[in-house]
């Protein structure tokens, strides 16, 4: 289904309640939302967390509003909200993700799948959090440590196999990096990290500063899919597709599979895993006229 190739994420990282999934676990297979437990909880009525909590499908007609000067996605009419509460409306220039979003909802069945609403919590991300000076500071404070670690920032000489896909894949990216941002980037050949420039940290940084609310998500959710800035700066910046980051992030399991073999329900799973979250970050960037 349309939903189930778009993306695999779990929604619950914006919600502002660390207890959501014990109380989901509580009240998973109820049919009705239980109001006084929400309060209880401190959480928003909204109609995605009232999905969330009870795990299970209680709308019937899926729809797409025009309000404004943006779209709004409604369940049975009404609009849907972020899990803070705020109606999640998209500017017109993201119709496309706005009908991805709807189709997310429409293609639930009986049961509540989060691994199938990439959209719906990257978008929330970016309308709900991103927005937020504090929350969009400590995002970008927290991506740049990825790049001290950066996964493409590490070598590995002893496996001529390993080496030669690190070659093929890391060694051309790290290059665009440097020459896109006009910046040093230095590399390890041993599990130590290397030591990146100030001057470096600070143009990636700046960098950060310059993309709006739903770059700044994609990046996020990039980065965190692949452990690499460098990677999710590319998607950001259409340098990779969502294939050629994959392939970039997987350079050391693919060279372990191609000795060891594939370990089913695990390389397979996260071969998709992967795609769908870069898929949902790709499809966020996608603005029409």
């Keep these: 289904m349309l939903a189930q190739k778009l993306g695999r994420y779990s929604c619950t990282k914006a919600y502002p309640s660390s207890q959501w999934k014990e109380l989901a676990l509580r009240t998973c297979g109820r049919a009705r939302w239980n109001s006084s437990v929400a309060a209880a909880e401190g959480l928003p009525q909204t109609d995605t967390n009232k999905a969330e909590v009870t795990l299970r499908r209680f709308w019937k007609d899926v729809g ?161 899919a692949t452990k690499s800035f460098i990677i999710g700066m590319a998607v950001v910046k259409r340098h990779l597709n969502v294939e050629q980051a994959a392939l970039a992030a997987s350079a050391e399991v693919d060279s372990q599979i191609q000795v060891w073999g594939e370990v089913e329900d695990t390389h397979d799973v996260d071969y998709q895993d992967v795609r769908r979250q870069l898929g949902s970050a790709a499809l966020l960037l996608v603005n029409e006229a």
């Excluded at 705020?86 to 991805?100: D, G, I, Q």
């Excluded at 690190?166 to 896109?180: F, G, H, Y």
């Design 64 to 224: 797409l509003d025009q309000r404004g000067d943006g779209y709004a996605v409604t369940l049975d009419k009404r609009a849907l909200k972020t899990p803070s509460g705020n109606t999640l409306l998209l500017p017109k220039s993201k119709r496309l993700v706005a009908s991805l979003i709807a189709a997310e909802w429409d293609h639930q069945e009986t049961l509540l799948k989060h691994h199938a609403l990439p959209l719906t919590s990257i978008a929330s991300r970016a309308t709900d959090t991103l927005t937020e000076t504090s929350a969009r500071e400590e995002v970008e404070q927290s991506l740049l440590k990825y790049f001290e670690t950066d996964t493409v920032c590490f070598f590995d000489e002893n496996s001529e196999r390993l080496a030669r896909l690190q070659k093929e894949r890391w060694v051309p990216l790290i290059d665009w990096a440097r020459k896109t941002f006009d910046v040093e980037i230095n590399v390890s050949n041993s599990v130590l990290s290397p030591s990146q420039p100030t001057a470096t940290k600070e143009k990636l940084f700046e960098a950060m500063e310059s993309l709006n609310s739903w770059e700044l998500a994609a990046l996020e959710r990039a980065t965190l």
